[in-house]
Every structure is written in C-alpha cells, then in structure tokens.
C-alpha cells in the first residue's frame, strides 16, 4: 500500500523514479510526486491521479539529479489531491519526505509544531514527519540524527524516505510495520517498497527490519537501530526476472494471471511430490514438522482472498488430517485476546507477506509462544521472515490488485501440507497416490476450463447489467463461493454475496426474483443432491441459476439456465478449479462494465496499513 522508490548514485534520477513508480503503482494510485536535489536545490513535483498525470505535469526541462525519491499514495489520512500527494515539506522546502504507513500520533505531534510556528500544507499525517525533522535540524543536527531523533517522537507505522537539499550526499530511509528493500548497486544505492521496483536494477538488497534506519550513499548503505545500536547490513540475492512483471501480451494484469494458473499450480507443486512413497516434501517446514503433526489445534489466519483459501484449508485438515482446525480473520485475531495453548499451532496465509493484520496477528501468536507458519508468496516479506516456518508459493509476482494466481497456488499449498501430514497420521500409501495423481493432474485442467473463455464471456455479456448475485456453494465449494463473491464486488462494483447453499432458506431466499442472477457450485460430489434441492428452491422463485457443473452431468441443464462445465475431479481439489470460471466470469463483467481492473477504485495492493 503505496509505493516508495529512492535513488542515490551517478545516473539521472528522474527516469530511475517514474520506471519505479510504474512498477510499484498497484500498491496505490490516487496521486503521486517526486522529489529530487539539483544544485542543493530541492525540486518537486506532484499530481493527483496515476503516474501517467505526474509525467504529464514533468517539465521536459525538469533538473538532471543523481539523488531523489518518489511515492504513489493510497490515501488514508487527507483526501487524494495534490496537496496530499507526497513527498511532503518542511516550511522553508528544504526537506522532502515520502511515507507509506500511518503517523499514530501525529494529531498532538501536529499541533505541537503548529505551537511553535510551522506551517502545515497539507491534511496528511506525513506532513508532521517533514516538520519534526526540520525541528531537529533547526537545532543544528545532520540530518541522519534528525531524523534518528523525530522517529524517537512518532508512534505508528512506517516505511519512509528523506532527502534534505544541505545533505546532497546521502539520503535516509527508515522502517517500522512497512516494508523497504534497500538495493545495492555500482556507487549506487535504491531504496524501494517492493523488489518490483528494483528489477533490472540490482538483485543484491538488504530488507530493512522494523526500527532501522540506514543511510543511502554513493559509497554504500550504513544501518542501524533507530535506539541508535548498529547493524550488520546483510546483503541477499533475490530472484529477478522481467517478465514476471510484464503484462507479457495481456491487456491486463489479472487476465495475464487467471491465464497463467496452469504454470503458477505447477511451480507451486514442482519438486514437491515424491511419487514413489505418494507423498510430499516440503523444505520450508522439514525440520518442523512435528509441531504441525502433533498439534492439537491448528489455527488458520489471513485476511480477504487469503482468508478464504485458509477456509479451504480448514475442509482438508478436518477432513484428511483430523486435526481441528479453525479459520479466523487475522483483523480479529490480533484484538480479541485469543486462547492459544503451546499444542496450537497458527498458520498465517498471506500473497504478499506484509498484510499490517496478518503480519500483527503472527506477532500476536508468537508472543503466545506458539509455533507459526507462514504461506506466503514474496521472497523475503515480513511474514515469511517472521514466522518459524513456512512454504513459499513460488506463483511469481501478482499485480493485478484482484488475487487469482495466488488464491489457487495457496490452495494448492494447503494440498500439499494436507498431503504431506495426513501421510504421516492416517493416509494409507493407495489413498495418497490417489490423491497425488490428481494433483498433478490439475494444471492440464485448469487449462481446459482456460479454454472456455469464449462461454464465459457470453454469460458475462448476458448478466453484466446485473445489480446483485448470489454465489452459493456448500462444503468445499462454499470458501470458493466466497472468493468468486468478492472478485466481482471489487473488480466489477457490482454486489455480490457468498453463501452456504443451504443457508439461503434462513433468509436470502427473500432476494430472489427473475432480476437476480444465482452461481450455484454444484459439481459431482458427496453433497450434489443436495445442492440440487437448494438449485429448485431458487428456481422455485424465479431466480435465474448459473451453475458450475462437472462435464458429464446432463441433469443439471434441467434446473440450470446456464451450465459452465468443470472436468471431473477429487472433492477436496475441486476448488482448484471450480474458482477459475467465476475469475473470468468477474474479469469480463468488469471489462464489459469498463471497470479499471488492475487498478480498482479505493483499493490497493498490499494492506500494510490497518
Ligand atoms: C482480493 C485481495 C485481497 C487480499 C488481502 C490479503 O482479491 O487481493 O482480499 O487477498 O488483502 O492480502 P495478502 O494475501 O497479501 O495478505
């Protein structure tokens, strides 16, 4: 959530800044700016609206500079116009600061500097940062302890950059609850929200840990404590590959990763299945295993997409581990006091390793001395470093601020942590090489639901008026009911709720009429008559049903208005299947809709702010 990139080094800045920007613009884009020093002169530029307007506003003439930083916001305090955007000032213009985060205290910080004269531009917490720092100096500080000393004073959450025009030759960064990744290069040194920024740049980077600060110079990066202790910058490789992060032909991010899926499964699962003795290895949790095998409760958390494939997983542990497990949102996690015995164990499910309520709530349950897991996709993120263990999703970057690859590749984790504890508890050799085989069976399958596209944009053309839906799916089908759900709300505004099938005679039943579209789940498996039964009292009212549906199944058309056929496929995975269709069912509708969809409206991606 809002990006940050920073550059100190021999090559013209500005490019290096908006090439970043671009990179990092799905973590927000309601505004943006840039901030560089030419001639110890601070020069700045802001716009409302995405990266593209502060290029329109960039004079072709802007000042060559070799130091400089650049933000784009995600709103949270002071509404997303210009005066808001970052970087912020102090009140002589000397000092440029871009944060991502949220200043806690910056009411009474606030009015204590207005107190002593400063004068404030903007609605932004950020603002009191610029003052507190210009308050140091004034005191005749450099601006590494300035900054050192204002921190000192803020409470809350940051990820920040300064650049100070009477200090041309370094620039300071600091952390606490957000992200910064510190990129090393030939005299050179990035600072950035995510490697995103850095790719094609450098691939050796320092992750900043919370409450360090380090200072960014042409000779090298010096960390330390914000308390003033000194660190050992640790250098690491990461993996860098362009193409990752391109649209690769695609007109949008989302599409590129819906389509991908057959890939991104495999990657998750490649190197992981041992065939012969039908079960799996995981290198992450190896050596912790047995806390996971003997725990007498597992507790799974996430937030949003993340939440409901830890759904799924609460299905295949139950079901195939006989562990009881149970899902909670780590927003409530984190503030309700939670009973945690050292038996129990907590497994956090989170795309990009740094969800502000995910990453609290491991914290949360390590101050509970119970052992944590982590499920996360980005190399290196808060969660993965923060937890006692973990499996890494290996999907590549997502972009696109709607979750799809990640969901499946998560789901997919699940599978194979289910796989591998049920062998070790009560899964016989037969049943695990059953259940292997299908897995390795379900990118070939996915890629056929792929090529159904055509269908489905039919039926988005037919439904993409609709002002509501109903997404009802019973057992392993109702987390996917969920997540088909909220891809529509967010990326096609249009509302939408998931439910148990069942549950629609407690109430929603009252909703239906012959305006209101129904996706019903309702593939061959322990509970398809059922879900039958709840398909006729819709039909009952005249509601109009969508049905996914396994190939085969010629029942169904006679309740269903449309059928969108799945292959055949082991309950416990269906899942892995059954939420593609109700991907690209929410993609067309929001293109149809004209809906921007990598960039929804108030969202962002990343939620390192509470
Ligand atoms: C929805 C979506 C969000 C995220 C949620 C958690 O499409 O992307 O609901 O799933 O913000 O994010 P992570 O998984 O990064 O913790």
Redesign the pocket.
């Known amino acids: 959530m809002c990006g940050i990139i920073g550059y100190i080094g021999d090559t013209n800045v500005l490019p290096i800044l908006i090439n970043g920007l671009h990179r990092l613009e799905y973590r927000g884009y309601d505004s943006a700016g840039v901030a560089l020093l030419n001639e110890n002169r601070l020069y700045l530029q802001r716009a409302a609206g995405k990266i593209t307007a502060l290029e329109q506003k960039l004079p072709a003439d802007a000042p060559l500079s070799t130091i400089g930083i650049g933000h784009t916001r995600w709103a949270t305090h002071g509404v997303p116009n210009e005066a808001n955007a970052h970087p912020h000032c102090d009140c002589h213009q000397r000092l440029a600061v871009v944060h991502n985060g949220i200043i806690e205290n910056h009411g009474v910080l606030r009015q204590e500097l207005i107190d002593k004269g400063h004068i404030f531009q903007s609605q932004t917490d950020t603002e009191v940062l610029s003052h507190l720092f210009e308050e140091y100096l004034a005191s005749g500080m450099p601006l590494s302890e300035a900054v050192r000393q204002g921190l000192l004073r803020v409470q809350g959450t940051f990820g920040l950059a300064v650049i100070d025009e009477e200090t041309p030759d370094y620039l300071m960064v600091a952390r606490n609850g957000s992200p910064l990744i510190i990129g090393h290069g030939q005299g050179a040194c990035f600072v950035a929200s995510d490697t995103a920024a850095l790719v094609g740049l450098t691939d050796k980077v320092t992750f900043l840990d919370d409450g360090e600060l380090a200072i960014l110079s042409r000779n090298g990066v010096a960390v330390k404590t914000i308390d003033n202790r000194s660190v050992d910058t640790r250098v690491e490789i990461i993996d860098q590959n362009l193409k990752r992060i391109e649209k690769a032909g695609y007109p949008h991010y989302m599409l590129k990763e819906i389509m991908e899926q057959p890939q991104t499964v495999e990657d998750t699962m490649r190197g992981r299945l041992l065939e012969e003795e039908c079960t799996v290895k995981l290198g992450g949790i190896g050596n912790d295993i047995d806390s996971l095998l003997y725990a007498r409760r597992i507790i799974l958390t996430?937030?949003?997409?993340?939440w409901h494939a830890a759904l799924i997983g609460e299905y295949l542990f139950e079901e195939l581990v006989g562990i009881p497990v149970e899902v909670e949102y780590a927003s409530e996690f984190r503030y309700r006091n939670p009973i945690i015995s050292e038996d129990s164990v907590v497994i956090a499910v989170?795309?990009?390793g740094?969800?502000a309520d995910?990453l609290a709530a491991v914290r949360e349950a390590r101050r509970k001395r119970c052992k944590v897991y982590g499920i996360c996709n980005v190399v290196g993120s808060s969660i993965a470093r923060e937890t006692d263990a973990g499996v890494y999703l290996h999907a590549g970057a997502e972009i696109g601020?709607?979750?799809t690859k990640?969901f499946t590749s998560q789901v997919t984790v699940l599978a194979l942590i289910t796989l591998l504890l049920g062998r070790m508890r009560s899964i016989s050799s037969a049943r695990g090489g059953e259940l292997l085989r299908e897995l390795q069976q379900i990118p070939q399958k996915i890629e056929r639901i792929l090529q159904q596209h055509e269908q489905i944009r039919a039926l988005a053309e037919a439904y993409q008026d609709a002002r509501n839906i109903l997404y009802l799916g019973r057992g392993y089908q109702f987390p996917v009911a969920l997540e088909g759900a909220?891809?529509m709300k967010?990326i096609a505004y249009i509302h939408a709720e998931g439910y148990p099938a069942a549950e629609i005679k407690h109430g929603p039943l009252a909703l239906i009429d012959k305006d209101m579209p129904v996706i019903v789940i309702a593939t061959h498996d322990s509970i398809y008559d059922k879900i039958l039964n709840n398909i006729q009292e819709v039909r009952a009212r005249n509601g109009r049903v969508i049905a996914i549906a396994t190939e085969g199944d010629q029942e169904i058309k006679k309740y269903a208005e449309h059928v969108i056929y799945i292959p055949d496929v082991l309950e416990p995975f269906a899942p892995l299947l059954t939420i593609i269709p109700l991907q690209l069912l929410a993609y067309d509708m929001a293109i149809l809709r004209n809906c921007d969809v990598d960039q929804p409206r108030n969202l962002a991606k990343?939620?390192t702010v509470e």
């Not at 996430?302 to 993340?306: A, Q």
């Open positions: 996430g937030c949003g997409t993340s989170s795309q990009s740094e969800t995910t601020v709607a979750s990640a909220l891809k967010e990343s939620v």
